[in-house]
């Protein structure tokens, strides 16, 4: 079985700081994708990035970066330099082949709240 | 190019009645989710459609949801008799296929209110 834990129900980072959410995942399968979305009170899901088990470096995009620990399960997303807009809820997700069934698994997800 | 759409965005109902919730896909994703989200909480997976195959329904939480997907590209979700504890935001996501690295894209959903 697959499984997402995020353990920070809520976070909070002052402007133009740096800040680290936590992700832990289990799973089986040795290949698999973890994902991690922004979701703003409008409630849309933003795609972020994403990070491959095989992929030898950690995956940037901007001021997101994934902080991919394979023998620790952990990937972390590091948003660097905080702005007023990163305030949202975060969610990391897993996709792997498990069973056939490739159903990603989100996480509960953690409250970001950056202060001025 | 145009992300996914759902519509309507909001829809308010009466207890017992039956609600269609539609999703348009991002051209060319042959993956097609369905997921709910009661308030302040995660995501909920309900259904997913790819390509041709027979849609995954293990999410479905009663056999008064249900979903279709025509000609590979647009999806519907019908509530049946609806309940209160229907209340939730829908949300639709599409991918280009079901490997593990393809990303899911989402709609900006509909807020489903049941009174």
């Known amino acids: 079985a697959q499984k997402i834990t995020q353990t920070q129900p809520g976070m909070f980072v002052q402007e133009k700081e740096a800040v680290t959410l936590d992700c832990t995942y289990d799973?089986?399968?040795?290949?698999?994708?973890l994902f991690w979305y922004k979701q703003p009170s409008s409630g849309e899901m933003i795609f972020l990035i994403y990070?491959?088990?095989?992929?030898?470096q950690n995956a940037t995009e901007g001021r997101y970066s994934l902080n991919f620990q394979k023998a620790r399960k952990s990937a972390n997303l590091v948003i660097s330099a905080s702005q007023l807009g990163d305030s949202a809820m975060y969610f990391c997700?897993?996709?792997?082949?498990?069973?056939?069934?490739?159903?990603?698994?989100f996480g509960r997800g953690t409250s970001l709240i950056v202060h001025p | 190019g145009a992300g996914v759409s759902q519509s309507p965005s909001n829809k308010v109902t009466e207890k017992g009645k039956d609600v269609e919730l539609r999703c348009d896909p991002i051209?060319?994703?042959?993956?097609l989710y369905w997921y709910r989200q009661s308030l302040g909480q995660g995501l909920e997976f309900l259904i997913y459609?790819?390509?041709?195959?027979?849609?995954?329904k293990s999410g479905l939480p009663s056999d008064r949801f249900s979903a279709e997907r025509t000609g590979g590209s647009v999806s519907t979700l019908t509530i049946q008799r609806t309940q209160q504890e229907d209340s939730a935001v829908y949300l639709c996501?599409?991918?280009?296929?079901?490997?593990?690295?393809?990303?899911?894209?989402f709609g900006p959903g509909t807020r489903l209110t049941v009174l």
């Open positions: 996501a599409s991918s280009r296929d079901i490997h593990v690295g393809d990303t899911q894209y």
């Open positions: 799973t089986s399968d040795p290949s698999y994708g």
């Open positions: 990070q491959g088990s095989y992929d030898q």
């Open positions: 997700a897993m996709r792997a082949a498990s069973g056939g069934s490739y159903i990603p698994t």
């Open positions: 051209s060319g994703h042959t993956a």
């Open positions: 459609f790819q390509g041709n195959s027979a849609p995954d």
